[in-house]
């Protein structure tokens, strides 16, 4: 990547574990898409409800040349949401096919 990787939390408090977590998703995206300029994530706790329990969101915002492309994950208010390991490894799957899709797509133009 050509600009560093940011990671911003809103809502809750940033831990060294889930900031190595995510520098290591992250750094796997440059395998799906060669001209990957930069990554920004997001992850977000919105109030506690007491009928919803904890829930988070998770957003990749990834920028290549000419786009940019958001994927997100979590906050549907499900009762006992997902874990926020598991919300990170989902929102950085969707990603990585995105990233796929747009290389075969870009390849195939």
Same mark, same amino acid.
């Given at each position: 990547?050509?600009?560093?990787?940011?990671i911003s939390f809103h809502g809750t408090?940033?831990? *060294?574990?889930?900031?190595?977590?995510?520098?290591?998703r992250a750094a796997k995206l440059e395998?799906f898409h060669d001209r990957l300029i930069?990554?920004?994530?997001?992850?977000?706790?919105?109030?506690?409800?007491?009928?919803?329990?904890? *829930?988070?969101? @998770?957003?990749? *915002?990834?920028?290549?040349? #000419?786009?940019?492309? @958001?994927?997100?994950? #979590? #906050?549907?208010?499900?009762?006992?949401?997902?874990?926020?390991?598991?919300?990170? *490894?989902? @929102?950085?799957?969707?990603?990585?096919?995105?990233?796929?899709?747009?290389?075969?797509?870009?390849?195939?133009?």
């Amino acid at each position: 990547m050509q600009t560093p990787l940011r990671i911003s939390f809103h809502g809750t408090t940033p831990t *060294d574990a889930i900031t190595t977590y995510v520098g290591a998703r992250a750094a796997k995206l440059e395998r799906f898409h060669d001209r990957l300029i930069g990554c920004h994530v997001v992850i977000e706790k919105p109030h506690r409800h007491k009928t919803h329990g904890d *829930d988070h969101r @998770v957003r990749v *915002d990834l920028v290549i040349p #000419g786009q940019e492309l @958001v994927v997100s994950r #979590g #906050g549907g208010g499900r009762k006992g949401g997902e874990d926020l390991y598991a919300s990170i *490894d989902a @929102v950085f799957e969707a990603a990585q096919r995105v990233l796929a899709e747009h290389t075969r797509a870009r390849r195939a133009s």
